[in-house]
T-cell receptor, first 113, second 112 residues
């Protein structure tokens, strides 16, 4: 389908390792969001892109987290020196502009062991 | 400090009856609100939204009510159907749509 696609769907990594999570937004959507959802909680904002630039990265928890969107389409969330507390479902969403509803992918479940 | 709260983690309703899901917020700058529905192993899907200039928005069986003075919104589903069983999240944003603050969700179970 033409929805938001996230890969991988599941990722298990060892503490201290580096991981990359990929998001393919809906074609033509200029706004892209990353959220993180821990068990029993709602999605928590991480970063927002408008086109290629990170318009708001105030939700990134620390400098181990970084995200890019070099061509204004696909985005990669990068986590360095992973910690067990990083375990969560990472959700990507896109919208046609930044006004209103966003369409979410199915998420990447990250488990740090 | 959570700015959007859904104080009922779960709700059980009989098929055909009304489901009422509640959401409270603390930030008076919030001016746009959405409800999302989430099935297991799927991402949230948009359901309905409301701007702060309105106090009600309706879409088929779904109606959202906004009470700005009480900083409270609710989602009404009438009549409830078993397929409505899911986790419902409310979300809010302030002045822009760069980020949304989500509640912790309410799991709705509609019994046949």
């Amino acid at each position: 389908g033409a929805g938001v696609s996230q890969t991988p769907s599941n990722k298990v990594t060892e503490k201290g390792k580096y991981v990359e999570l990929r998001c393919d937004p809906i074609s033509g959507h200029t706004a892209l969001y990353w959220y993180r959802q821990s068990l029993g909680q709602g999605p928590e904002f991480l970063i927002y892109f408008q086109g290629t630039g990170a318009a708001d990265d105030s939700g990134l928890p620390n400098d181990r987290f970084f995200a890019v969107r070099p061509e204004g389409s696909v985005s990669t969330l990068k986590i360095q020196r992973t910690e067990r507390g990083d375990s969560a479902v990472y959700l990507c969403a896109s919208s046609l502009d930044n006004r209103g509803e966003a369409f979410f992918g199915q998420g990447t479940r990250l488990t740090v062991v | 400090d959570q700015q959007v709260k859904q104080n009922s983690p779960s709700l059980s309703v009989q098929e055909g009856r009304i489901s009422i899901l509640n959401c409270d917020y603390t930030n008076s700058m919030f001016d746009y609100f959405l409800w999302y529905k989430k099935y297991p192993a799927e991402g949230p899907t948009f359901l309905i939204s409301i701007s702060s200039i309105k106090d009600k928005n309706e879409d088929g069986r779904f109606t959202v009510f906004l009470n700005k003075s009480a900083k409270h919104l609710s989602l009404h589903i009438v009549p409830s159907q078993p397929g409505d069983s899911a986790v419902y999240f409310c979300a809010a944003s302030a002045n822009n749509f760069n980020k949304f603050y989500f509640g912790s969700g309410t799991k709705l179970n509609v019994k046949p």
